[in-house]
Each structure stands twice: as structure tokens, then as C-alpha cells.
């Protein structure tokens, strides 16, 4: 049985760790590249090791962009009175590509999951109650996933952040259960919005 070249097996288990990218994937990938023109292969690699130095975390919301604040946080005709929390960055090119929130967004970084050691110091819940001293926000919306983690990291914020004076609620549960927001369509995720309701 042949067995592949020591750097591209290399490359096959680099391309593994990607996510979405299974053993199968990762092979056909690696094979195509080795077998691509040398300058294209240069460019791929120029472009990810761009991206990688140019892209960063927004200081305000944790959003992914180039500038410091982001185009949501410096954007003036978005509602400045309504954040939209939710667990990723990717979550943001989701719920804004739905087409109905106008409003400011921040980035949790992640859910509360004891059993993996994730407590309320390893998310930005400090950064979020900072920003409740400095804006003008008047209401929170959580669009965090409907799983047992994303529930209970609900439940905690909305106790957290019932004292702060500002109105806290969800997106309703039109959303599939145990899914993250990025396989949600443009429809399901605007009626989520539309159909929020208090926590507390």
C-alpha cells in the first residue's frame, strides 16, 4: 500500500484541525495544493498569514474587524440603546445579515460550562457591564444557542445584570435546539428577533 510523502501528511493533519474539514477533506485539499502552481500556493499562504496579522477583535463589542472601533460600533445610525450579546464573532454576520436589528452587539467569547472549567471570568461579562456605565443602553438582548450551557449562561446574566437597570430579554426559540446561529436562515433569525421576550 503506498503511503503518502512525510510533508504531505503533515499538511493532511494541519488541514484536519480546521474546522468543518474532516480526514477525507483534508487529504484532497493537501493533494490538491501540493499539485497547484507554485505562485497560487504562495498567495493562498500570503493571504491567510495577512489575515491572520490584520484581523483582530474590536475593543468595544469583540466583533472581528480591521479598525479599531468596528463599522457596528462607530456606526452612528445603529441604535445605540439596544446590544445584542452573542457567543461568537461569526454570530454578528448572522443576526445582521437577517436584515432586522440595527442595534450594537457584544461578544460573549463563549457559554459557561463548569465542567470544562469556563466560569463568568473567562467571558467578557466585565466588558459588557463596563459598557453599561459608559452607553446608553436601555436593553440586552440575548441570542445566545438554546442548549443547556447557552440556557444557563441566560439564566446568569439575566440575574447578573437584573440590578443595572436595563430591560433583559431572548430571542425567541424559533431557532433549532443544540444549533449555533450560523446555520440558521435569514427568516428564522429575524423572527427570533422580532419574537424576543423578557428573562426576567
Same mark, same amino acid.
Given at each position: 500500500m503506498a503511503t503518502l510523502p512525510e510533508p504531505i501528511t503533515s499538511l493532511v493533519a494541519a488541514l484536519s484541525k480546521l474546522p468543518g474539514i474532516g480526514p477525507r477533506s483534508a487529504e484532497r485539499i493537501a493533494l490538491h495544493l501540493v499539485q497547484t502552481e507554485s505562485g497560487s500556493v504562495k498567495e493562498l499562504a500570503r493571504t491567510l498569514i495577512e489575515a491572520r496579522e490584520k484581523v483582530v477583535q474590536c475593543s468595544i463589542c469583540g466583533a472581528l474587524t480591521e479598525q479599531q472601533p468596528c463599522t457596528i460600533c462607530s456606526d452612528s445610525r445603529r441604535d445605540s440603546s439596544l446590544?445584542?450579546?452573542? /457567543? *461568537?464573532?461569526?454570530?454578528?454576520?448572522?443576526?445582521?445579515? &437577517? @436584515?432586522?436589528?440595527?442595534?450594537?452587539?457584544?461578544?460573549? @467569547? =463563549?457559554?459557561?460550562?463548569?465542567?470544562? =472549567?469556563i466560569g463568568p471570568e473567562d467571558l467578557r461579562i466585565a466588558q459588557l457591564e463596563e459598557r453599561l456605565t459608559k452607553e446608553p443602553i436601555q436593553e440586552i438582548i440575548v441570542a445566545l444557542p438554546s442548549d443547556v450551557e447557552g440556557d444557563a449562561t441566560s439564566f446568569y446574566l439575566a440575574k447578573q445584570l437584573s440590578t443595572k437597570g436595563v430591560k433583559?430579554?431572548?430571542?425567541?426559540? @424559533?431557532?433549532?435546539? =443544540?444549533?449555533?446561529? /450560523?446555520?440558521?436562515? /435569514?427568516?428564522?433569525? &429575524? *423572527?427570533?428577533? /422580532? @419574537? *424576543? *421576550?423578557?428573562?426576567?
Open positions: 446590544i445584542c450579546l452573542v /457567543e *461568537r464573532p461569526v454570530d454578528i454576520i448572522s443576526i445582521d445579515k &437577517s @436584515g432586522t436589528y440595527r442595534g450594537k452587539f457584544h461578544v460573549l @467569547g =463563549g457559554k459557561l460550562s463548569p465542567l470544562n =472549567g433583559i430579554t431572548r430571542i425567541a426559540h @424559533g431557532l433549532p435546539v =443544540g444549533s449555533g446561529l /450560523e446555520f440558521a436562515d /435569514e427568516l428564522t433569525l &429575524s *423572527r427570533a428577533i /422580532e @419574537g *424576543r *421576550r423578557a428573562l426576567s
